[in-house]
Every structure is written in structure tokens, then in C-alpha cells.
């Protein structure tokens, strides 16, 4: 093992972004996760990737509170989520979709990035990832929006309509404006488009775009924090990539759209996604013949 292997565990800031409101970025996958502090509680988002880097989360968290705690995941992706049994006993919470997600998901999760670290010579992580067999299954979030009372503060958990992922919920805390936005925002690569419902994209981080007052702050779930404007210019990438995509040339824009806002490999799986997810069209019956209903598709599903 090399000595700056284990590096992914530590390596990471504290930035306060509001009154008692925390990002935590680290250096492996540039990914944050937060705190939020209030009088007699606190509330952590996300839990990092593994056990270890779990556990490290937790103990940088009690160095600023000894307050119990409540996770709230923002979607079940390993690096947000298979650190949470660090925190344990305690509630952790995720959009109601999530648990499905992560139940059918986790395995193949752990392959591809075991994996992947394995490649890039990282055995200490891809040993520690490949150790993660059960991660922690979150509870269903009760409402939307949920709204957790902290003591003297109050955080309300949203569903803003399906994007990165089809459980992505933001964390909003309305006295400091600021919002965790999870994947649905990130900053200084590419969005992820792997599980991404690209069509419905935009109109999620426009929601999100409208939580957030002019001196607010957006945590993205990689990257570093950042404003509305950034959030809406990420809307309008997304729109002119699912344009050129539907064009039936994705590694090219559509007329008047500018240059493909992502590399071509992004937007090679953003034209699968949009393949994948875009709206069913009804056919029409036989002439003569009787009617049946289409199924509604998943675009005109009502945000849960």
C-alpha cells in the first residue's frame, strides 16, 4: 500500500456556509456532505462512502456538537450513503424511493467501484468499499415536504421531481438560505447522468433554484458550494444537452444551441438516459376496434 493510500479518509474542510450550518468537502470524489446544528439537535447529511470514511464523518461532527443526531441521505448513491452505520442508533431518513434503489442497487454499486479502485492501484479503499455487504437501509420519509424541528431551528426535506436520480430530495434551511442539493448540483465536473432522468432535470434544479433567496447558498453533492445563478446555468446546460440528444446528435448542438455543453463521453450517456426515460406514445387503436387507456407515463408521474 502505498502512503498516501489511505488519504480518502481525512483529507477534509470544514466551511461554514451559514449561523451553525456546515459543508464538509473532501478530497476523494470532491464530495460534500453537511451539519446543521440546532438547539437541542442536529442533522447530518450524507454519510460518505465506507465504514472508515463514515466514521471519520461522525467524529469531525461530535468535534463541533455532542447534540444527537438524525441523517437525512439525499440519494442512495455508496459514496452519500454506506457510511451510515457510523452513526447508528439513530433515525436516517431518504426519500421513500430510495429504499427500493438501494436495495437493488448496492451490489452493483460496490462491484463497479471495487472495481474501479482496484484499477487505479487503491486497495485500501476498494478492500474497505468490498467489506460494505448491508448498507444501512434508510426510512421512508413521511411527507413532502418533511420538516425537522432542531430546536429553535427548522429544516425542511423537499422532493423536487426526479433528476440525478428518481429519489433526490435537498435539505433547505430557510433561516440561513441555504439549501444541500445532493447530486441534482454539481460543480467543477460534469453532472453524473448514470441513473439520470435528463429530461425532468431542469425543472427540478429550476424548482431548487427558487428555494434560494439572492445572498443564499446551494451545497452541491460535488464541488464547492454555490449560488442560484449557478444552479440556473446548470438547468439550461442540461435542457440544450437533452436538445442535442433528441436531435440525434449528441456529440453535436442543435441548431442555434452553441457547442454540447458536456464532453462527448457525458453525452453519449445522457442520449441513453434520454432514450430510456423519454415519455411513452400512445398508439393509436385499430380503426373500429375498442379502446384502452395508455399507461400514464413516468414523465407525468406526480412528484412524491
Keep these: ?35 446543521v446544528v440546532g438547539r437541542d439537535r442536529c442533522l447530518v447529511v450524507d454519510t460518505r462512502g465506507d465504514r472508515e470514511q463514515g466514521a471519520e464523518f461522525a467524529a469531525e461532527v461530535r468535534a463541533l456538537t455532542e447534540l444527537p443526531w438524525t441523517v437525512v441521505l439525499t440519494h442512495v448513491h455508496f459514496d452519500h450513503c454506506f457510511g451510515s452505520e457510523a452513526f447508528l442508533p439513530c433515525p436516517v431518513w431518504a426519500h421513500p424511493d430510495a429504499v427500493e434503489a438501494l436495495e437493488r442497487t448496492a451490489a452493483a454499486q460496490r462491484t463497479e467501484w471495487v472495481a474501479r479502485y482496484r484499477a487505479e492501484g487503491r486497495s485500501a479503499i476498494a478492500d474497505r468499499l468490498d467489506r460494505v455487504r448491508r448498507p444501512v437501509l434508510p426510512r421512508p420519509l413521511p411527507a413532502d415536504p418533511t420538516t425537522f424541528d432542531l430546536g429553535g ?12 436520480t428518481d429519489h433526490d430530495v435537498v435539505v433547505e434551511v430557510p433561516d440561513t438560505g441555504t439549501v444541500f442539493a445532493g447530486d441534482l448540483v454539481e460543480q467543477g465536473a460534469p453532472p453524473d447522468f448514470g441513473d439520470s ?18 445572498n443564499g447558498v446551494v451545497v452541491p453533492g460535488h464541488g464547492e458550494p454555490v449560488d442560484a445563478a449557478f444552479v440556473l446555468a446548470q438547468a439550461d446546460d442540461v435542457e440544450r444537452a437533452v436538445v442535442s440528444c433528441q436531435s440525434g ?8 444551441s452553441g457547442e454540447p455543453p458536456y464532453p462527448e463521453e457525458t453525452m453519449a450517456v445522457i442520449a441513453a438516459r434520454v ?30
Excluded: K, N
Aim: glycine share 12%; hydrophobic share 35%; proline share 12%.
Design 197 to 214: 432522468y435528463p429530461l425532468e432535470w431542469p425543472g427540478a434544479l429550476r424548482r431548487l433554484a427558487g428555494l434560494v433567496p439572492a
Design 275 to 304: 432514450r430510456a426515460t423519454r415519455p411513452e406514445v400512445p398508439t393509436s387503436p385499430p380503426t373500429g376496434g375498442a379502446t384502452t387507456a395508455a399507461r400514464p407515463s413516468d414523465q407525468s408521474r406526480p412528484a412524491s
Design 249 to 256: 446528435s449528441p456529440d453535436r448542438a442543435a441548431p442555434g
Design 153 to 164: 431551528r427548522t429544516v425542511l426535506v423537499r422532493h423536487l421531481g426526479r433528476g440525478h
Design 1 to 35: 500500500m502505498g502512503p498516501h493510500e489511505d488519504e480518502d479518509i481525512g483529507a477534509g474542510t470544514w466551511i461554514e456556509v451559514g449561523d451553525r450550518v456546515w459543508a464538509r468537502r473532501y478530497r476523494e470524489l470532491d464530495l460534500s456532505v453537511g451539519l
